[in-house]
């Protein structure tokens, strides 16, 4: 089925939740309400004809300038059919939350650990939203456009020092 077969079906079965369809670059993105980002990932993943059984990745986006400042952007592909849509859902800045999909998907565990900690959208319902790649006591989130590219003032990692102990050797090893 093609991709923009796939944004028709969804635009019939959810017309109020679906916002927008555009095709770009061989791609085509389907912007939905997040209110009901769960039963619309259900449908995909359980309709057989689009039997969408894999979450190639999940991530946050940035647009600091918008109203709803966040998006979740999921790739979905159907293994069994060999076809792909994109998901977005637009996530406001005063209420960064969007339900979780590990329930559709148990590979959405660590994707959405990683935005909640790049980007701090919440993931509802997610069964363990601890910090992933920073940690546990940093403060902010660093893939956000208003995040200090230095960090913030006054603040360093306290294993700092243990690092580049570890690294004093890379050049003289050849590593770095």
Known sequence: ???TEIANRLQEKFPLEVEEARSFRDQVFVTVRRERILDICRYLYGAPDLNMNFLTDLCGVDYPERKDRFEVVYNLYSLKFNHRILLKARVPADDPSIDSVVSVWSGANWHEREACDMYGIVFNGHPDLRRILMPEDWEGFPQRKD??????????????????????????????
């Open 1 to 3: 089925m093609e991709p």
């Open 147 to 176: 995040y200090p590219l230095k960090g913030k003032e006054g603040w360093e990692y306290r294993g700092f020092e243990d690092t580049k102990e570890l690294h004093s050797h890379d050049r003289e090893w050849n590593i770095g």
